[in-house]
């Protein structure tokens, strides 16, 4: 229920995003990672190497309503959007009533660049940021009426987290430490419907934890792999990356509201034991902790901290009429306006930026014309087939290639994939490889033949190696792609 003149605004900006969101994620080209995401669709499981399987249930949906292209592979971020803004509004009004919260908090996470592009592309943060503040909503609910059902559906979204990946470990040790920081909380480590709700989370997360067993743990030894990397001489740079770039991602304004907020939140738990204020203080601080130390040693990447924006969104929004709300205006103008930005620089690679500086573009920008120069080399060497041992590259000429034409993958990674492998024996294909790697283990017979470029507007994105190999040995790691049906 709007709330307030400020809440009936907000409704029209949410659909109006929402609809400026959707035409984004069809024009944007899709991403090596949202490619590589797409043949999970395709192949889909309980588990991969690399995530849970909720991204590839999310994006088989959006491809079944809207076909195979981008808007297709985005289809469900910008209505997951739409909905987790109306349940995040939900959840500010019923741990922070009378204060007209539910409209800031809202504004605040939706002027996020973090947000604005995660609500575009496609990959698991989209279904964990939603199923997160899902269960957010869940505990504000329980929090405000007391009723224990209510841990039912703090279960449930919580066990769907924890299915799109494992990052939501962060919200079950929350919970868990939420329970513990208040005494008015305690009461409910005795009742049994935590406890049933927990059964329903876990149960949700079981195809994951049977597909791991039975594939030897793979994919939480890659995840845990991380720990190994640890270069705390280069703590600095890594503790510097962290901090600026969540400056940039939640844009300057944004960032300081949030930060606000959060300390504010600490100072009600720790002085009144206040329930709403340990909650928020529970899915926040526990995550700054964690990736703190671990920059101490290695890199934390940008997106991972976007679980901890929903609470933090919330804690803003309990400021109330004290001084911070005179930036909160001009806060949401610029995160939406750096926004807004990003988005016409993913459609169209028209701002005339720094190559250097042009992540979208460098990340974005000519795959489908990279997929055309490997097709006229295949065609020049007499090769049946195209492809590559990095995930992305091979994701993105199964996407691109012309019809017909074969797209493989080579690497251990596709063995965990319910694909065709590559029929052995005398196939010839046209290798995509890094520059500077030797060899090619898995062909009778493997040579260079030269370079193609990734390339857009004239500038030379990524170079890259090409081999031609000839003869598939029973021992090669590979599966043949799926294509997408154009």
Known sequence: MIASRRGALLLGAVVGSAAIRLAVAAFVPVAPDEAYYWIF???LAPGYLDHPPMVALWIRLGTDIAGQGALGIR???PVAGALGTALLYDAAEQLWPGRDAG???????NATLLFGVGSVIMTPDTPLLFFWTACLWALARLVSTGRAAWWLAVGLFAGLA????YTAALLWLGIGLWLLSAPALRRWWRAPMPWVGAGVGILVFLPVLVWNARHHWASFQRQGGRVADWQPGRAGQFLGELIFGQIGLATPLVFLLLVAGVAWAVRRAWRERDPAASLVCALTLPGVLLFLQHAIGDRVQGNWPAVLYPAAAIAAGGLGRQAW????????GLGLAITAV????AA???LPLPARADVITRQLAGW???ARSMDAIRREQGAGCVASDEYGPAAELARDLPAGVVAVGAGPRWRLFALPAPVAGDTVCILLRRIGDTGASGWRDARPVGEVARTSRSVVLQRFAVWRVAGVLPSLAAAVLPRRMR
């Open 41 to 43: 669709s395709q192949a």
């Open 103 to 109: 409209a800031t908090s809202a504004w605040l996470l």
């Open 348 to 350: 169209s690679f028209a």
């Open 325 to 332: 709300p005179r930036i909160f205006w001009p806060a949401i």
């Open 342 to 345: 990003v988005y016409v620089q």
């Open 75 to 77: 289809l469900l971020g």
């Open 162 to 165: 924890l299915a799109s990946k």
């Open 368 to 370: 489908d014309g990279l």
